[in-house]
């Protein structure tokens, strides 16, 4: 109990102040949120500079190859800078990696590891199979049943597979 009354102290105290007085200036710090956010502009502008050369549409008003990509990069640029107007708004941190336990460090580090192993596999083989490898990998690191895990991981492949190259006419392929 005395390390909650602690931490709720210094917590006031960081609110208020020191001496008991409001905080006119708020402090700049660039927290995760702004950089995720950073990163999906940086994303959404090479999409965009990589779509300008599909075919844009043809003369009957059939969208081209060009049409999905460019959508979804303007819709990434979009929740990206919101995302970050928002971090910038707000002054909190939602995670700190210093802090974290042992455990979720290495989870963490591993589920980017597994999003890398993913795009490289899919350049190397197929989407089904990178994405199969991908939700299987996750499936077990995040202590979900290895059945269970094959089920999800089988569903969600075929399942996006059919829906962006069927539905949608999406080619996946990574080369």
């Not at 049943?145 to 539905?167: D, P, Q, W």
Request: proline share 2%.
């Amino acid at each position: 109990m005395f390390s909650l009354q602690y931490t709720s102290a210094l917590y006031v105290q960081r609110c208020i102040g020191r001496q008991g007085e409001r905080r006119m200036k708020k402090s700049f710090s660039i927290n995760a949120i702004t950089i995720i956010g950073l990163l999906g502009v940086l994303l959404g502008v090479f999409w965009i500079s990589v779509s300008l050369d599909f075919p844009k549409g043809s003369a009957d008003g059939v969208p081209g190859a060009g049409s999905f990509p460019i959508a979804t990069s303007v819709l990434l640029i979009a929740l990206a800078v919101l995302m970050i107007t928002t971090s910038v708004r707000e002054d909190k941190l939602y995670f700190n990696f210093h802090e974290m336990e042992y455990e979720n460090k290495l989870a963490l580090l591993l589920t980017i590891a597994a999003c890398v192993a993913f795009v490289v596999l899919w350049y190397f083989t197929n989407y089904i199979v990178a994405s199969f490898v991908l939700m299987t990998t996750l499936g077990v690191l995040y202590r979900i049943r290895f059945s269970n895990a094959l089920v999800f991981a089988t569903c969600f492949s075929v399942g996006t597979y059919l829906f962006f190259s069927k539905a949608l006419q999406v080619m996946l392929l990574a080369r």
